[in-house]
């Protein structure tokens, strides 16, 4: 039965509307009563302006669908077209280098290498150098006079920081690896300054600079990951292609996602007073997952079909698109107890934030979840009477679930 309360011309990937609203009425509505339901006109869920989609709403389908790749593919379609397209100019082979974008075999190939740069040694070996970070953000913070805007003042940095020390950014580099990935970032938001040139050039000096240092730590190995990923190409590690390609991944996917979901996080305890009184008191360790289930800061990814195949009692047709919305599942009553309601308590929590669970599952889910337990832990500590100053100013995108200014004071 299609969705009776769902206007004609209704898209999800129309920017304005994460900008305004989240979680959205529609996807209660979808999920009810047509949970795969085809979006015949797109906004732009990831640059293809004039094709439709599937909207794929319930926990279930997106499970489905993100752990059958022989049918879902990552490869036709990418998930951040934008992104790519940045890429593209530089590199035709593009496409192919970026592990989000790829499919079984080649993708098991690559994820095996770059697993090797995530283990839980390795983040474990990053925690006490993140939560001084951390600490030393919020007191930068706490010094400054008057209200402030927590994104630019405490979201944007311990993310940045921890991929620089994940792959040993020299800290005279990373200035101007910050700059580079922020400029990256390329936004449907106009307000946002920064033209698509400079959005690529920025990844192609990232992709340059990550290449000289593979190059570098061929000649010379160290004992850090960028040694083990590349050192010794010949026996099945990255070329220095692909670690270029690698760290400018990291650099998107790692950062903004982070960053949001701090961000979002803390919102959410500003307007949940007894959660963030909570939270003070007993430190849950839930409470990151909790904080990611609510943001889902990717809102969306997508794949395409590689063949007819059936999906919540539809027929998707080989070469469709279909959009995985994780900021619907998320909030799926046949899975989640009181499903919008913010409890840092939640357990278990087998949210959708990181994806549906398939071989593009987020690679540094361990480190975001860390990087957002150290930040927390270090406000509650800092500034345990922080107050909301104004509503959050959201970004508009298709895809990305975020905001741009939370003005906030430190509450003494
Ligand atoms: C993939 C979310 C933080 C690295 C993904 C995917 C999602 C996601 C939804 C795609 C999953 C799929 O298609 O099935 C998030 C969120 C984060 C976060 C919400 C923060 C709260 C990070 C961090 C890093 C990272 C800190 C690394 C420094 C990656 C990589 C992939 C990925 C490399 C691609 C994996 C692959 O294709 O095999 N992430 N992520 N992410 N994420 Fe994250």
Redesign the pocket.
């Known amino acids: 039965m299609p969705c009776p309360a769902l206007p004609d011309g209704f898209d999800f990937t129309d920017p304005d509307l994460l900008q305004h609203r989240v979680p959205l009425p529609e996807f209660a509505e979808l999920r009810l009563a047509e949970p795969v339901r085809w979006i015949p006109q797109s906004g732009n869920v990831a640059g293809f302006e004039d094709e439709g989609y599937w909207a794929v709403t319930r926990h279930a389908d997106v499970r489905y669908v993100?752990t059958h790749p022989e049918i879902f593919s990552s490869t036709l379609n990418t998930?951040i077209i934008r992104f790519n397209e940045h890429i593209a100019r530089d590199s035709i082979d593009a496409q192919r280098l970026i592990?989000?974008n790829?499919d079984p075999p080649e993708?098991t190939r690559v994820?095996q290498i770059v697993q090797r740069g995530f283990t839980p040694r390795s983040i474990r070996a990053l925690e006490q150098r993140l939560r001084e970070r951390a600490a030393a953000i919020v007191a930068g913070a706490r010094a400054l006079d008057g209200p402030f805007d927590f994104v630019t003042s405490v979201a944007c940095e311990l993310?940045l920081q921890?991929?620089a020390e994940?792959i040993g950014i020299p800290q005279d580099d990373r200035t101007k690896i910050f700059d580079w990935s922020n400029k990256m970032i390329a936004y449907d938001d106009p307000e946002y300054a920064v033209t698509e040139e400079v959005g690529a050039r920025s990844a192609a000096e990232i992709i340059a600079y990550a290449m000289s240092m593979a190059a570098e730590r061929k000649q010379c190995p160290a004992h850090d990951i960028v040694s083990t990923l590349v050192a010794a190409e010949d026996e099945g590690n990255l070329n220095s292609d692909e670690f270029g390609f690698f760290v400018l991944?990291?650099a998107v996917?790692?950062n903004e996602?982070?960053r949001n979901?701090i961000t979002h996080g803390m919102h959410a305890f500003l307007t949940h007073p007894e959660q963030w009184e909570l939270y003070k008191r007993e430190r849950p360790a839930t409470a990151a997952e909790e904080i990611?289930r609510w943001a889902a800061?990717?809102a969306a990814?997508q794949r395409t079909a590689t063949q007819d195949t059936e999906l919540g009692g539809k027929t998707i047709r080989k070469g469709d698109r279909v959009g995985l919305f994780?900021a619907s599942a998320n909030h799926d009553p046949e899975v989640f107890d009181r499903p919008d309601e913010f409890d840092v308590t939640r357990d278990p929590n087998p949210h959708l934030?990181?994806?549906?669970g398939?071989?593009?599952?987020?690679?540094?889910?361990s480190?975001?979840v860390l990087?957002?337990d150290l930040i927390f832990n270090a406000l509650a500590d800092a500034m345990p009477q922080m107050r909301l100053v104004e509503d959050p100013r959201r970004l508009r995108s298709a895809w990305i679930n975020g905001v741009k200014e939370l003005r906030v004071s430190a509450g003494e």
């Open positions: 993100s998930a592990l989000l790829m993708h994820r993310p921890a991929i994940l991944m990291l996917a790692g996602t982070t979901a990611v800061p990717v990814f994780y934030g990181f994806g549906g398939g071989p593009h599952f987020c690679l540094g889910k480190l975001a990087e957002i």
